[in-house]
């Protein structure tokens, strides 16, 4: 076990372009290397542009440790596993943690069983044990209900995912320098026994949710799924992206894509509003790191209320479209003065 | 055919209720419940067996009671059921939990496919599907939103990510885990409450699977608990009455300045 050392974050690549789950794994990869006092490594896998690769160490990496075979350009469950398998073997890092991500949440439990290491699912905390140097590593529960707190103490490298959106990414510094180091695979490692055919791009909305500045979210309240035009609406004024409850979802009012929650996405944006949602204990699993929540809801005893930092207790049949044509108005004004 | 289907058993916790003292969950009155991700792996194993005939078998790891979710799988028209009980398993984490499952489905014999829920509603890990695939060295497809076509060597399939689908071909025998895209969950019909009442259900424990007793329950987990606390999300919020005219007029206004104030509009 003490052969194993340093931190290692799982950077994210698709298209060649690094995504910014990466630089948030940054963010968690430093406290918890410069808490150990040792150094972080960025690993990335599959042909990623050179700027790209700067960026992750100009975001704290001191090292960048880059497998760039071909068959590595999309993520395919069995080559990510062996060449991070071998990757562990060679390099031995006593952390390893990669994004909640489809690839992320695919790759680390088939590399936990390889390297028989303990993984804990979905973190949203993790810190340092005084003591012993054991990663800590805190997720929610039994439907968000409690948060759990775990570790693995015999077994390295000690591994988990985080969610995506749980912390902020970590800040370029231009004057950052570190090592890139090229890893060759041997091709056996790379065969693959799942071929990608091809790929569809989901509605653009849907995709970005989770990186929308604004996300304007509707659940049960509604009614029907007609007056999601009142949601579709007003995200469109403020520029954001549309979210729904899963109730809202269940129903088929809108696409499984947006749904927020625990099950679902985990949003963080400048502004969370929603409409006709309860704020159920799953719902506010995903929304919890909004900078600022605002609700409108019927019931005054609403959960939604409890984490909302603005609400209105009223029918958003009335709230809504009184306050799209506030905003139209305003943003009229404003474009009058400019 | 032949086909595994790993189900848990879980509770019911759309409302589960915290003891805000010991902030443990209060177990009286909760329902037991076949965890509802799973339902979408079962339907599709009883969708593909209905055209291509075959075996679909419900596998689970838990205590006698866990035998229940086992026949009501059956009633919905799964074919055969295999229980996992042991005081050997308590404790496992997913790591132990997917060895267990792979030994079962191992010793249960030859099949094509195995099918996993997306992720169980109480652990709520995702990892327990990856991990058979991994034991058992079998190609996988997670977050599978849709058969496209079950082809003689291969399954074709569309997998959820983030910007969208990929379509995936992949060589059986191999594990999906499924979203619940993939499928439209039938109701157990009272035929099928019947002959899984009188089909019999096999009990496995650590010894029938082979297991080596080092990788099972807590001893064989690499992960261990050390606490448990109950998060409070609370926000001093202003929050407004909108009851006549007026007071939505002024909510509404107050809500427009909160909108500027973070540049918003
Ligand atoms: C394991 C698990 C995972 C889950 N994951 C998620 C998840 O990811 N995301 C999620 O959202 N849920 C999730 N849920 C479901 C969750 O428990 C709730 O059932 C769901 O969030 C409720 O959706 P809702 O708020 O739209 O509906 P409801 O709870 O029915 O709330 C509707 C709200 O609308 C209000 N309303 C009604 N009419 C009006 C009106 N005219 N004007 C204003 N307000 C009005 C009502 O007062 C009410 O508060 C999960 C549940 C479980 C068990
Ligand atoms: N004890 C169990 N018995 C049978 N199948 C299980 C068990 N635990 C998990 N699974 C399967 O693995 C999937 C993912 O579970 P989890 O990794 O616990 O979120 C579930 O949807 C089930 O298909």
Not at chain 2, 21 to 29: C, F, K, L
């Amino acid at each position: 076990m003490q052969d194993y050392s340093g931190v290692w974050i799982l950077a994210e690549q698709r298209h060649g372009t690094v995504q910014t789950i990466s630089y948030e794994l940054l963010t968690r990869g430093r406290a918890l290397a410069d808490t150990l006092g040792v150094p972080l490594a960025a690993v990335i896998l599959g042909p990623t542009d050179d700027a790209g690769l700067d960026e992750l160490i100009r975001r704290g990496a001191d090292r960048v440790i880059i497998a760039d075979a071909p068959e590595l350009a999309e993520f395919l469950p069995e080559p990510y596993t062996r060449t991070m398998a071998h990757l562990v073997k060679t390099h031995q890092p006593e952390i390893i943690i990669a994004g909640a991500t489809s690839s992320g949440r695919t790759l680390m439990p088939l590399l936990a069983i390889t390297c028989h290491a303990g993984l804990t699912a979905d973190c949203t905390g993790l810190d340092i044990e005084d003591e012993t140097g054991n990663l800590l590593q805190t997720r929610p529960a039994i439907g968000g209900n409690i948060m759990a707190t775990i570790k693995s103490p015999a077994h390295r490298p000690q591994m988990a995912t985080v969610r995506p959106k749980s912390t902020r990414p970590a800040p370029a510094d231009p004057a950052r320098t570190g090592a890139l180091i090229r890893e060759t695979i041997d091709p056996e490692l790379l065969k693959s026994r799942v071929k990608r055919l091809g790929f569809t791009p989901a509605d653009a909305d849907a995709a970005n949710i989770q990186e929308a500045e604004v996300v304007v979210a509707g659940g049960r309240g509604l009614k029907k799924g007609d007056n999601f035009g009142l949601i579709n609406a007003l995200a469109a004024l403020l520029g954001g992206a549309v979210g729904a409850s899963r109730d809202a979802v269940d129903r088929g009012w809108i696409g499984y894509p947006h749904q927020v929650g625990l099950s679902g996405k985990t949003v963080s944006p400048k502004l969370y509003l929603c409409a006709g949602v309860s704020g159920s204990i799953q719902h506010l699993a995903g929304i919890k790191t909004s900078e600022n929540i605002i609700a409108v809801n019927s019931n005054p005893e609403a959960q939604i209320f409890q984490v909302a930092n603005y609400g209105i207790v009223g029918d958003l049949f009335e709230v809504l479209p009184l306050l799209i044509d506030k905003i139209k108005a305003k943003q009229a004004a404003t474009a009058a003065t400019v | 055919m032949n086909i595994i289907i790993p189900i848990k058993q879980v509770p019911e916790t759309s409302n589960v209720k915290m003891d805000p003292e010991t902030g443990t969950m209060i177990r009286e009155g909760l329902v037991s419940i076949i965890n509802p991700l799973d339902l979408f792996a079962i339907e599709l194993g009883i969708v593909l067996q209905e055209e291509a005939g075959g075996s679909t078998t419900v596998l689970s790891m838990g205590p006698p009671k866990a035998a229940e979710a086992l026949r009501e799988a059956m009633a919905m028209g799964c074919t055969d059921g295999i229980l996992l009980s042991d005081r050997k398993f308590a404790g496992s984490d997913t790591w132990a939990t997917s060895y267990a499952l792979a030994q079962a489905i191992r010793k249960n014999g030859d099949f094509d496919l195995v099918i996993c829920g997306e992720r169980a509603t109480d652990g709520d890990t995702g990892q327990v599907g990856p991990g058979i695939a991994a034991w058992l060295d079998l190609p996988v497809a997670t977050y599978v939103s849709r058969l496209v076509e079950n082809r003689p060597g291969s399954l074709v399939v569309e997998r959820l990510v983030e910007d969208g689908y990929e379509t995936l071909e992949v060589e059986k025998p191999c594990v999906l885990t499924v979203v619940k895209e993939a499928a439209y969950p039938r109701l157990p019909t009272l035929r099928g409450k019947q002959r899984a009442r009188k089909t019999e259900l096999p009990v496995w424990g650590a010894v029938d699977i082979d297991a080596d007793p080092a990788a099972l329950g807590l001893k064989g987990s690499p992960t261990r608990v050390v606490k448990i606390n109950t998060p409070k999300v609370t926000r001093s919020g202003d929050i407004r009455t909108a009851g006549d005219p007026a007071e939505l007029e002024a909510a509404v206004d107050d809500l427009v300045a909160y909108l500027e104030k973070i540049d918003l509009v």
